[in-house]
């Protein structure tokens, strides 16, 4: 099997997949700011989205009591929440087995102070296991798309790492797509026969583009995968529905409010995670398709100067520049 001219062709691939790949540098290198999470836009939401879940959660409990008896003021209460919040928007999950514990970052506990009723512990989720009363984790799943479920991060931490993924991405792109079209100009103009620097650099510069392309389909796979499960809010909804039988006391209706507040807070970051799915898609399939472009030149290179193949027996033009490669790489039969 003569493979000569398949070096060619991953050439010419190259120069496509080059190009594609700059394309998506650009998009990711112009967008200097993180896009769907404003978090002065969520910390001006939230004390008013907050206080008034307050104030409908606790109105069933205010009805019995004659007016004017009760002077109830949240407005403190409600804002160290959604300063809490701010600094730990995942508390849902870091905090799902410790409710009770006094830390700072722990919003469980502004929220009671807040006047949203909630038992110590949430009896749903008390097992006897071993006969020891334990409370199990809850049923929806313990992470959120794009955050930690052990570390607190605050709004910002979540904006910050967002915005270095996709400039990473982007960094990567360019040099990859830099790298595979002087790849591609180097073969097309048939450097590998020019001289051995030559030659083991083309190898090795196919190594590198290989390894950096495959490094980028990993972190755009993961890209992928966050902005498919926020693309389809059923994948995490039960996840803030614990977080809202969590915050309430066991009413029905209280952990619905609940849930609606926490969702329609996070709601736009969701939306624009989702929004995220077809550059991390062209950009997973670009890298992949790269990646294996340059392994299978390293692969047939490599095969060609083995003699390996058909190639370089016969007077075809490919067989002479195959025949004269072998020559360079392994001197003359």
């Known amino acids: 099997m003569k493979c000569f001219p398949l070096i060619r062709g991953c050439g010419a691939l190259k120069v496509v997949l080059g190009l594609v790949l700059g394309g998506v540098a650009f998009t990711f290198l112009s967008q200097s700011e993180n896009q769907y999470l404003d978090c002065n836009e969520m910390n001006e939401a939230c004390p008013p989205a907050y206080q008034n879940l307050v104030e409908q959660i606790t109105a069933s409990a205010l009805a019995t009591v004659p007016e004017g008896a009760v002077n109830v003021s949240i407005a403190a209460e409600v804002e160290a929440y959604c300063t809490c919040f701010m600094k730990c928007m995942n508390y849902v999950t870091v905090y799902e087995e410790r409710q009770q514990a006094a830390e700072l970052t722990n919003c469980y506990l502004y929220s009671q102070r807040a006047g949203v009723p909630s038992p110590p512990d949430n009896l749903r989720r008390l097992d006897t296991i071993s006969g020891e009363i334990v409370r199990r984790l809850g049923d929806g799943g313990h992470s959120l798309p794009g955050m930690d479920n052990k570390q607190c991060q605050s709004c910002e931490d979540v904006a910050e790492h967002e915005e270095d993924i996709i400039t990473k991405l982007g960094e990567i792109a360019a040099i990859a797509g830099l790298a595979l079209i002087i790849m591609a100009g180097c073969e097309c103009l048939e450097l590998k026969t020019g001289s051995q620097v030559f030659a083991f650099c083309v190898l090795i510069?196919?190594?590198?583009?290989?390894?950096?392309?495959?490094?980028a389909l990993i972190i755009a796979s993961f890209g992928v995968a966050t902005s498919q499960v926020a693309c389809d809010p059923e994948a995490f909804r039960a996840v803030l529905?614990?977080?809202?039988?969590?915050?309430?006391?066991?009413?029905?209706?209280?952990?619905?409010?609940?849930?609606?507040?926490?969702?329609?807070?996070?709601?736009?970051?969701?939306?624009?995670?989702?929004?995220?799915?077809?550059?991390?898609?062209?950009?997973?399939?670009?890298?992949?398709?790269?990646?294996?472009?340059?392994?299978?030149?390293?692969?047939?290179?490599?095969?060609?100067?083995?003699?390996?193949?058909?190639?370089?027996?016969?007077?075809?033009?490919?067989?002479?520049?195959?025949?004269?490669?072998?020559?360079?790489?392994?001197g003359p039969e």
Not at 205 to 215: A, M, R, S
Not at 252 to 269: G, Q, R, S
Not at 287 to 299: K, M, Y
Request: aromatic residues 12%.
């Open 205 to 215: 510069t196919d190594i590198i583009c290989f390894l950096v392309l495959g490094v």
């Open 241 to 330: 529905e614990d977080a809202a039988r969590d915050s309430t006391d066991g009413d029905p209706d209280h952990a619905a409010e609940f849930f609606n507040f926490l969702f329609k807070l996070t709601e736009h970051m969701w939306e624009g995670m989702c929004a995220e799915k077809p550059r991390f898609m062209v950009y997973s399939i670009t890298a992949f398709i790269g990646c294996l472009a340059s392994f299978f030149s390293f692969f047939i290179t490599c095969c060609v100067c083995m003699r390996c193949t058909e190639d370089g027996m016969d007077a075809h033009p490919d067989d002479m520049r195959a025949a004269e490669m072998q020559n360079l790489m392994q």
